[in-house]
């Protein structure tokens, strides 16, 4: 993520502060750390972290520097320096909700802005949120090599973390470092961010990757992370992008401007969706994110180009007075309804395409007004029925009418009212209505004084066929799915159609893993076709059982590699024993050693057969 310029200015740089922290008047101390020689080596970084307001000590006035930290409370300590409580990133923690709250709410959890944040943010991954947030795991206390793993995936720099090599020689205990963390230990080792834990008998620096982290060591880690990232962030609106180089500039708020490149470890979101560089344009609204002095996150509103203000009607009445021109203006549709609009001294009359003045306009014309500021600029006499042209943006309601939003033929985003009588909608050459428009229709309009009363739109469908990533399920359900190496996310309908294994079936019937062939309307799903293998991949789990929940049916083992697994049950999984006899849950207990196989088609992993012993 290369990082050409970054000039925050002083006061946008001091308003975010200002908005993120507020310290208090005097630094805090705690007994049991100013008192305990054996942790003066964290002293500084827990009350840096606590005058920040990250970590908290108890109510009895200490801070339990000794005391192991939560994988939880770990989560949640990483959210905060992120900027999960802060104003700036409120917009995110929404946008974070909408797209990863159905699958944060599947674990039950107390905490989920934070969790949702994370993901967000590509800090946790589905697997991360059962190891680490589900009910089973939460409380379990953190591991040296769990730290590592997650503090390099906090830095945002995936690529390095994910290919850094670990030396074997550096680390005495490096065979007890689980394969999958080492190249996550060698990053956090590269970075400063942790070291060994001392010597061994042999004079070698071993890293204990099994050893809890304690809170004091959570605030000394969390505190070089703070220091290395020096997390940022600027406002303001796109000025220019380069799709090729990656290339964005952008005007401040406070009018300077600024640039930066992203790469394939920068997170785009518009309007909170995985996005990429060619879906950023210029007069979009764009917070970034820079951390290390990278480009960590950039996030898009799209800009609108500014809506005309028209009104339409039928003239019913003059006024000229003082030299001050007016005409009222009545509601085709409503009699009653009427508007009186000043008109400007330099207002142009355009009467059916010849230039007239305001003594040739006459009652009953049917208008079309331009208005700037107060005053109308424009009056265009039309036909009582006229067309036009555009592309489908949304319906609004405003009152008691009803807006239809496109972009017309200038390019410019407009706002016509809708028949208060029914509008005969066409859609693809199909009786439809007003529900079934998407966004980017192109749209032929009938219009009667200025007001909608027919929509002939068209739009283009495609046909992709992939693999199913995420299914998000919500007001507005929605599906990622993965096609020529590159994730796109979809809309679904109340009409999508649905079949599974060439079955009709629900939006319940499809699979994470499962291959799919998606008929795309737009940015909807018209009909969806896929197998029911889908899958993460996994069949079997095999390791000693940590904890088990017998109220949530979970069960937490620890694979020979070191790592966490859960396993889920229900009433259907048979347990057995390892010569083949009848058990039952009950005969698991913590220390028993476990063979699982099920599937993970549903995104957690359900045994179907468990063998004890």
Not at 196 to 204: F, L, R, S
Not at 403 to 420: A, H, P, V, Y
Not at 484 to 498: E, F, H, I, L, P
Not at 554 to 570: D, L, M
């Amino acid at each position: 993520m290369k990082f050409f310029k970054k000039t925050v200015s002083a006061i946008l740089c001091g308003a975010v502060i200002a908005a993120s922290f507020v310290l208090p008047a005097a630094a805090k101390t705690f007994p049991d750390v100013e008192g305990d020689a054996t942790v003066s080596w964290a002293k500084d970084a827990i009350n840096s972290m606590t005058d920040l307001g990250y970590i908290k000590g108890y109510d009895d006035g200490t801070f339990k520097p000794q005391r192991a930290i939560s994988k939880i409370e770990s989560l949640l300590l990483m959210s905060r320096i992120m900027g999960v409580d802060e104003e700036d990133y409120a917009m995110s923690v929404n946008w974070a909700n909408t797209e990863y709250g159905a699958t944060v709410k599947a674990i039950n959890t107390q905490y989920p802005n934070e969790l949702c944040y994370l993901m967000y943010l590509n800090v946790l991954s589905v697997d991360d949120l059962r190891n680490y947030a589900s009910s089973a795991n939460a409380d379990a206390s953190l591991l040296r090599w769990q730290a590592a793993y997650l503090m390099s995936k906090l830095t945002g720099n995936l690529t390095e973390a994910e290919t850094a090599s670990l030396d074997p020689a550096l680390y005495s205990d490096y065979d007890k470092i689980p394969e999958g963390a080492r190249s996550y230990v060698a990053y956090a080792n590269n970075m400063g961010l942790m070291k060994g834990m001392g010597k061994d008998d042999n004079g070698k620096d071993y890293f204990s990757p099994d050893t809890t982290l304690t809170r004091a060591q959570m605030a000394t880690l969390l505190d070089r992370v703070i220091d290395g990232m020096g997390r940022t962030n600027t406002l303001g609106v796109v000025e220019s992008i380069d799709t090729k180089t990656g290339a964005i500039t952008v005007s401040t708020t406070d009018g300077r401007s600024e640039g930066c490149e992203v790469d394939k470890d920068t997170l785009i979101k518009v309007n909170g969706a995985s996005s990429g560089v060619a879906d950023i344009r210029e007069g979009d609204d764009i917070m970034i994110t820079f951390t290390y002095d990278d480009t960590r996150l950039v996030e898009v509103i799209p800009g609108k180009k500014k809506t005309q203000d028209v009104a339409y009607g039928i003239i019913s009445q003059f006024s000229d007075s003082a030299g001050v021109q007016k005409i009222i203006v009545r509601d085709s549709e409503i009699p009653d309804s009427t508007i009186t609009y000043t008109l400007s001294g330099s207002c142009v009359y355009d009467l059916k395409g010849t230039r007239g003045t305001y003594k040739d306009l006459k009652l009953g014309d049917s208008v079309r007004l331009v208005i700037t500021g107060s005053e109308v600029t424009e009056v265009h006499v039309t036909d009582r029925e006229t067309t036009r042209k555009g592309t489908f943006i949304e319906i609004q309601s405003e009152g008691s009418a009803t807006n239809l939003i496109f972009t017309n033929e200038d390019g410019n985003e407009e706002s016509l009212k809708l028949s208060i009588n029914n509008v005969e909608v066409t859609r693809n050459g199909h009786q439809s209505n007003l529900r079934d428009l998407n966004s980017g229709d192109t749209m032929d309009l009938n219009l009667l004084d200025g007001k909608v009363t027919a929509i002939t739109a068209k739009s283009d469908t495609t046909t992709v066929v992939g693999t199913i990533k995420e299914i998000i399920l919500s007001d507005k359900p929605e599906i990622t799915l993965e096609a020529d190496g590159k994730s796109r996310s979809y809309y679904m309908s109340t009409n999508t159609a649905v079949k599974v294994n060439k079955t009709d079936g629900t939006i319940y019937d499809l699979r994470p893993g499962a291959s799919a062939s998606v008929e795309i309307d737009g940015n909807t799903i018209v009909s969806i076709e896929s197998d029911a293998s889908g899958s993460y991949g996994k069949n079997s789990i095999t390791g000693k059982v940590q904890t088990i929940n017998t109220t949530l049916k979970v069960i937490t083992v620890v694979s020979a590699t070191g790592g966490t697994e859960t396993i889920y049950y229900n009433s259907d999984t048979t347990v057995l024993t390892s010569d083949g006899k009848t058990a039952k849950i009950k005969d698991i207990t913590d220390g028993s050693n476990i063979s699982a196989t099920g599937s993970d088609s549903t995104g957690y992993f359900v045994a179907t057969i468990i063998i004890v012993g």
